[in-house]
């Protein structure tokens, strides 16, 4: 059925003063045919908004091409219902507070991209949303510690019914083993009872969560809303339809046996602050030399922490764990003397409160340094210590050593997901979840699945709860748009999924492969078997796609090369270049929006397309802009790497893998390798944009015409 479509122009904001919005509109008129095309002095107004919408009623108009302001500006206010598609041609931002008003080439810009619009909508639908009736809205948790019990309870508070599974034959994890705990409540400077016993009764209390103990995971397949969970519990096996999952499997100590220079293992009275922990359970703590009540004990701080050879991080709880423990020795013993050997003491927030407390007591000694020697002398352990802030070596003898160690996530595999990607959660390189670690860190690259606590990254007590509530309303809002069918973050809400014309499948396992999140499995041929429930709509398995069978309702290879098809060429004797550029949405539009708002200039040769992901660029796009004529292609993504990341995880990096397939394809084309280049840029980049694009412009100029310019 055709559409019928409505382009309205304001001419508000600059607009007006800078482009012919009658030449504009006979675009739309001569060469689209729209029936009606209106401008307004203010176009976001009560006033315009009511005339679009009497024309929606009276002209039955379906379809909206509003030129004005950026996309990422007055959403609600261009928004015009369900049944209503809207395309937004961004003539503020990217047009006339970038360019100079008035001229031939800023007019030009402008008509290019209302043709690019118009070329879009006519290519692209409304989304239907994948929707199942029967999805299930319960929550598993895994892992029984602090953290699990936590999501549970809050989980449970929410309306949702539970069902916790942890391996060990009780509940509690590391914090059940806890003499004290550092204090949660005010004034900040006491010990406290570990809070994990209030936090089981709690949990027993509460009917919709179902506890098992001495449990497995088996296995876990399936998508939100229907996860199918296998486990085996006190030696049975249950199956369960899950709607999310929280993992909370929590962590180990560091392996305190690789710490040979600091004399674990060869010494019997070096111990670790785990160690440590469960002889003051019993009240008083003895040395496992000989039983004897210590009357001096030294704390190593980041032991195997902070190195490049162990772990190269801070695992965050250490400093307090020690203070923690030096206060409590010292209450168990009032003619103890505690000495603490730091590098750097961490202690944020309210916890300075209790910092300062330990620091009152005239027999607990705290010095940075650096251990340069552990051995036993004269019945005691002798610990030499340099770069102190007394300026001096110092010797310590002392009747027990304590090493501070740091945590290491429990195993992800726990999972034993059925996950064509492997059975655990994707890991960074110190085998934590891997997520979006800026803006997303409950995130984790399985949907549905979230990470929380000390497996997600290093944590307290405090910390944990905080993250187990967090990960809870995660995996409440990942259900809740499972059953509207739309996407978690970052296109929260998107109601688009992939759809596949296998029919053409050549089983090349692209898509499979380079999905960030799994939400592809296969067949034992390779065809790939879609979850549409674990997609981000990050577009990136149809960039992947070289038989270009993977489209989305609102963005598809056909959407795409109308609008790079829909832009006017000019000759080479005009001397006026084409550019194309392809930017993400996440970061390098944004950037340009910003660029925009400064009045940032830059060369009005450049036709920009917005894509999901820069990873979502397939080479199709690419083969076409050339054969049309264009001189260049910028892909301006967003920045990957250990200090900022891709939005989609690996989308930036795998355009870059991608490059060689490019390369190909321009030498068949006989054409130069830097007709196509790969930017990488921040959000607040917005500065070098415009000169990433006038250096592109101008190397392109030394370059030459594209040949196919003129065929």
């Known amino acids: 059925m055709s559409k019928q479509t409505g382009l309205y122009i304001c001419s508000g904001c600059d607009i007006g003063e800078s482009l012919d919005l009658k030449a504009l509109a006979s675009i739309a008129i001569k060469e689209y045919n729209i029936p009606v095309c209106k401008d307004h002095h203010f176009l976001c107004g009560d006033e315009a908004v009511k005339i679009i919408k009497e024309d929606i009623l009276k002209k039955s108009i379906d379809t909206l091409v509003i030129c004005a302001c950026s996309p990422r500006a007055k959403s609600d206010t261009f928004s015009f219902g369900k049944n209503i598609q809207i395309e937004r041609v961004n003539l503020r931002e990217q047009v006339v507070w970038s360019h100079q008003p008035g001229t031939k080439d800023t007019q030009m810009l402008a008509e290019d991209y209302v043709r690019m619009g118009i070329a879009k909508t006519e290519k692209t639908s409304i989304p239907k949303p994948y929707i199942n009736d029967n999805l299930n809205a319960d929550i598993l948790v895994v ?268 195993n992800s595999e726990e999972l034993n997901l059925s996950y064509r990607q492997g059975k655990g959660l994707p890991v960074l390189k110190y085998d934590f979840p891997d997520s979006h670690f800026i803006c997303f860190p409950y995130e984790t690259r399985r949907t549905g699945i979230y990470a929380a606590g000390a497996l997600r990254a290093p944590m307290d007590i405090a910390a944990s709860m905080e993250d187990a509530t967090g990960a809870a309303l995660k995996a409440i809002q990942c ?136 990873g979502s660029i397939n080479k199709a796009w690419i083969t076409d802009a050339l054969s049309r004529g264009f001189d260049g292609i910028l892909q301006i993504g967003c920045k990957p790497g250990d200090d900022y990341q891709c939005h989609f995880i690996q989308g930036s990096e795998l355009t870059k893998t991608r490059a060689e397939n490019y390369q190909e394809a321009l030498e068949t084309m006989m054409l130069e390798p830097e007709r196509v280049q790969t930017e990488f840029v921040e959000i607040d980049d917005y500065d070098k944009i415009p000169e990433i694009i006038n250096n592109y412009v101008e190397l392109i100029d030394e370059i030459g015409p594209n040949p196919f310019k003129d065929l």
């Not at 922490?305 to 400093?319: A, M, T, V």
């Not at 929260?492 to 014309?501: A, E, I, K, R, V």
Request: charged share 25%; glycine share 8%.
């Open 143 to 410: 892992g029984g510690g602090i953290t699990g019990i936590t999501a549970a309870i809050e989980s449970a508070k929410a309306g949702y019914k539970v069902i916790l599974v942890e391996k060990e034959k009780k509940l509690g994890g590391w914090a059940g083993k806890l003499f004290m705990q550092v204090p949660l409540s005010i004034p900040y400077d006491q010990l406290e009872d570990p809070i994990i016993y209030q936090k089981m009764k709690e949990l027993e209390e509460i009917d919709s969560i179902t506890v098992f103990t001495s449990s497995a995971i088996n296995s876990i397949s399936g998508e939100p809303g229907l996860f199918k969970v296998n486990f085996s519990a006190n030696g049975n096996s249950q199956a369960l339809t899950i709607g999310a999952i929280i993992s909370a499997t929590g962590w180990n100590p560091y392996d305190a046996t690789k710490l040979t220079e600091l004399g674990y293992n060869s010494l019997e009275d070096v111990i670790t602050g785990v160690d440590l922990e469960v002889l003051a359970k019993t009240g008083k703590i003895t040395r496992p030399s000989d039983n004897k009540e210590v009357k001096s004990v030294l704390f190593v701080q980041c032991a195997g922490s902070r190195d490049e050879k162990h772990l190269p991080y801070c695992s965050n709880f250490c400093c307090m764990t020690s203070l923690k423990q030096a206060r409590y020795i010292r209450s168990l013993n009032e003619e103890a003397n505690v000495y603490i050997i730091y590098q750097d003491i961490r202690t944020p927030g309210q916890y300075e409160q209790f910092y300062q407390q330990v620091q009152r007591d005239e027999r607990i000694f705290l010095t940075k340094g650096t251990i340069n020697g552990i051995h036993q002398h004269n019945g005691q352990i002798l610990v030499n210590v340099q770069d102190t802030l007394l300026g001096e070596k110092i010797s310590i003898g002392t009747d027990m050593v304590v090493l501070a160690t740091g945590m290491t996530p429990n």
């Open 479 to 614: 259900i809740e748009s499972a059953k509207k069918g739309e996407s978690v973050h970052p296109r929260s809400g998107d109601q688009s999924y992939p759809h596949l014309y296998l029919d053409r499948c050549t089983d090349c396992k692209r898509c499979t492969e380079e999905c960030p999140f799994g939400a592809y499995d296969e067949t034992e041929k390779g065809t790939p078997l879609s979850n549409p429930n674990r997609c981000r709509r990050c577009g990136i398995c149809l960039g992947a796609c070289p038989e270009r069978i993977i489209n989305f309702d609102d963005f598809s290879i056909d959407s795409i090369s109308s609008m790079i098809k829909a832009v006017y060429i000019p000759d080479e004797f005009e001397e006026k270049p084409r550019i194309l550029i392809f930017v993400c949405e996440n970061d390098a539009y944004p950037a340009l929006d910003i660029a925009g708002q400064k009045r940032l200039e830059y060369s009005p040769f450049v036709r920009i397309i917005p894509v999901r992901c820069i």
